[in-house]
């Protein structure tokens, strides 16, 4: 039978998203799913640092877009890169805006998940580009 991962991905204190995802799911597959429950747009590079230490040489996964990059996300299932059933890692999204997602592997359930689902949310996730409306600036 197939497992799934229920991830929390925290962005601030008091602000997160649980997502269960299928083990058989890529990395890129575990970012599309991040930036949907937080509501940001997919135009930036994104890496996930699975040693927890961001920037890390170690054990990091670069969006393929980084052409120097070693390990790219498209090519690691979560089977793959995560190694025990509370391990943390970081995720950053937007090189110069530098988002920094904590995350930390709650639990393996053995359920098939087809597609990636929140299944908690805690607290309003801030704009992704600086809050300003258009018609704020009037």
């Known amino acids: 039978m197939k497992s799934s991962f229920v991830i929390s991905v925290s962005l601030m204190p008091g602000c997160y998203r649980h997502i269960q995802i299928s083990s ?7 970012h599309e799913a ?29 969006s393929d877009m980084i052409e120097d990059a070693d390990l790219f996300t ?42 990636p689902t929140v299944v908690r949310a805690k607290g309003e996730a801030p704009p992704q580009y600086g809050g300003f409306d258009d018609d704020e600036e009037e």
Do not use: P
């Open 24 to 30: 058989d799911a890529t990395l890129v597959e575990l």
């Open 34 to 62: 991040i930036l949907e429950a937080f509501e940001f747009d997919d135009d930036h590079a994104h890496a996930f640092f699975m040693d927890n230490q961001a920037w890390s040489d170690t054990n990091a996964y670069y």
């Open 74 to 115: 498209t090519d690691f299932t979560l089977d793959s890169v995560i190694n025990s059933d509370d391990q943390k890692f970081k995720y950053i999204f937007d090189f110069g805006e530098e988002w920094t997602f904590q995350c930390k592997v709650l639990k393996r359930i053995e359920e098939e998940t087809e597609l």
